[in-house]
């Protein structure tokens, strides 16, 4: 599939290369080798205050990353570049979550095997990479489980995302809205989300109840600092409602 032209690709050098191994190089079958094959994708859009952070810490642990800079009226796309990360920037007008996710995946190489998924805000930690990765044999999907520490979450998003992973409990996923997520490239296939907002968690739970997927639900802690949710509520319980009628 055709990029968008809204779509500018900025590099940032040789940050952008696999990390070798023990400054040696990569050699096939090695650790690096391994982790050359993942990509993370995280969607920003103003989170100048966090995504240096995020991506230093996604580059430490061994992984290529692509930051989808959604419009962003800050510095969020310079940052993550200077960083180590590529950056994906989405011009024009705000395009949602979702949508900067769908192109993102329209573009990925075939030689991506595993994708990450996780937020720009700092509120998923990098160092939790590894613990994703090591389950990857076990499973085609694992998805961050915050609710054993929901007491963390802030009211009405942990009684919210306790709704809505009630609702989609049929596919096996735990907290159906979690944002930190690895998922096989080969049991992704072509699908690409169609939303906008934030519906891309929940479309992926609804393609796991749709075909067969070995789930894995790993327990990662629920941390909220001052930033200020994008969330809009009547909209996004109406494109809730949406994908479970679709």
Not at 32 to 47: G, H, Y
Not at 175 to 199: E, I, K
Request: glycine residues 6%; charged residues 25%; aromatic residues 8%.
């Amino acid at each position: 599939m055709s990029a968008p032209s809204s779509i500018a690709f900025t590099r940032s050098g040789p940050s952008d290369c696999p990390l070798a191994e023990e400054d040696g190089g990569v050699f096939p079958g090695s650790r690096a080798a391994e982790k050359s094959t993942a990509r993370i994708l995280i969607p920003a859009r103003n989170e100048a205050a966090a995504i240096a952070r995020v991506v230093r810490g996604c580059r430490r642990a061994g992984f290529s990353v692509w930051v989808i800079d959604d419009a962003s009226r800050d510095e969020t796309a310079f940052l993550a570049a200077e960083a180590g990360a590529e950056v994906l920037v989405l011009h024009g007008p705000h395009h949602g979550k979702t949508a900067a996710l769908r192109h993102a995946l329209a573009q990925l190489p075939d030689s991506v095997e595993w994708l990450f998924f996780l937020d720009g805000d700092g509120q998923h930690h990098p160092a939790d990479l590894e613990r994703f990765w090591e389950l990857r044999h076990e499973a085609d999907l694992v998805v961050g489980n915050r609710l054993p520490d929901a007491a963390q979450m802030p009211f009405l998003r942990r009684w919210t995302n306790r709704a809505m992973s009630a609702l989609l409990a049929r596919g096996g996923i735990r907290d159906s809205q979690c944002g930190f997520r690895l998922v096989r490239c080969a049991w992704l296939g072509t699908w690409l989300p169609r939303g906008h907002h934030f519906q891309f968690e929940t479309e992926l739970a609804l393609l796991a109840a749709a075909r067969p997927c070995r789930i894995a639900n790993l327990p990662i802690p629920a941390t909220y600092a001052r930033e200020q949710s994008k969330i809009v509520p009547w909209r996004d319980a109406l494109n809730f409602a949406r994908c479970l009628l679709r």
